[in-house]
Antibody, heavy 125, light 107 residues
Framework: EEQLVESGGGLVQPGKSLRLSCAAS????????MHWVRQVPGKGLEWVSG????????GYAESVKGRFTISRDNAKNSLHLQMNSLRAEDTALYFC??????????????????WGQGTKVTVSS | EIVLTQSPGTLSLSPGERATLSCRAS???????FAWYQQKPGQAPRLLIF???TRATGIPVRFSGSGSGTDFTLTISRLEPEDTAIYYC?????????FGGGTKVEI
C-alpha cells in the first residue's frame, strides 16, 4: 500500500524555524515528484512547494519563497520542508503528496494521487 | 498565477439528485493538467478525476469530469449520502500549482 506519513509539526514562535518530514512507503519514491500542500483550518488548499523526482526542478509558492526549502533523500524515501522565519499566517495543516505518474517535474506536474494525513504547524507567541 | 474560481460555494441537494460543480480558470489550462479532489472532514483530499475526465482508481462511475480550456465541470450523477464533502479543482499546468476555493456539497 502506498503511504505517506508526515512528522515534525508543532507550536513555534514567530521568526523561528521548523523542519517537516514525510516518510514514504509502498512505491518507488525516487521515481516521483513530491509536493507540500497546506490548509488553514476551515479554509482551502494551498500548494506550498514541489520537487522533481531527481531534485533538479523545485518550485515554491510566492508566499514562502526565500523562507522555505524543500528537499528529498531518495536513499531514505523521505521528503523534507525546512521552514524558516515563520509567521502567524504559516499556521496550517501541512500535507505531503505524491504525483500520480512517474518522472514528472514541478514545471510539468501531475495530479496528486497519494496524500499523507498531515502535520499541524502553529506559529504563535 | 492561474486563479481557479469554483461555483457554487455550497450545493444542498437530496440523495439521488444530480450535482454539477463548476471550475473556471483565469487562463488556459490543458486537460491533461486538471484534476478534481474530494475532501471529507478530518481527512486528506482524495483524487477523484485526473486529466479533466478520467476517474482515479476506485472512484465510482457516478463521478464524471468534463471541460477544456478555461471551463471544467465535475458531475455527480446520483448523489449518495457519503458524497457529502468539499470538492476542489486543481491545475498543475503552470507553477505555482493552484486549487480552487472549493464547493461544499451537502446531502
Amino acid at each position: 500500500e502506498e503511504q505517506l506519513v508526515e512528522s515534525g509539526g508543532g507550536l513555534v514562535q514567530p521568526g523561528k524555524s521548523l523542519r517537516l518530514s514525510c516518510a514514504a512507503s509502498g512505491f518507488a519514491f525516487d521515481d516521483y515528484a513530491m509536493h507540500w500542500v497546506r490548509q488553514v483550518p476551515g479554509k482551502g488548499l494551498e500548494w506550498v512547494s514541489g520537487i522533481s523526482w531527481n531534485s533538479n526542478i523545485i518550485g515554491y509558492a510566492e508566499s514562502v519563497k526565500g523562507r522555505f526549502t524543500i528537499s528529498r533523500d531518495n536513499a531514505k524515501n523521505s521528503l523534507h520542508l525546512q521552514m524558516n522565519s515563520l509567521r502567524a499566517e504559516d499556521t496550517a495543516l501541512y500535507f505531503c503528496a505524491k504525483d500520480f505518474r512517474p518522472l514528472t517535474t514541478v514545471t510539468s506536474a501531475d495530479a496528486f494521487d497519494v496524500w499523507g494525513q498531515g502535520t499541524k504547524v502553529t506559529v504563535s507567541s | 498565477e492561474i486563479v481557479l474560481t469554483q461555483s457554487p460555494g455550497t450545493l444542498s441537494l437530496s440523495p439521488g439528485e444530480r450535482a454539477t460543480l463548476s471550475c473556471r480558470a483565469s487562463q488556459y489550462v490543458t486537460s491533461g493538467h486538471f484534476a478534481w479532489y474530494q475532501q471529507k472532514p478530518g481527512q486528506a483530499p482524495r483524487l477523484l478525476i485526473f486529466d479533466a475526465s478520467t476517474r482515479a482508481t476506485g472512484i465510482p462511475v457516478r463521478f464524471s469530469g468534463s471541460g477544456s480550456g478555461t471551463d471544467f465541470t465535475l458531475t455527480i450523477s446520483r448523489l449518495e449520502p457519503e458524497d457529502t464533502a468539499i470538492y476542489y479543482c486543481q491545475q498543475h499546468y503552470n507553477p505555482p500549482l493552484t486549487f480552487g476555493g472549493g464547493t461544499k456539497v451537502e446531502i
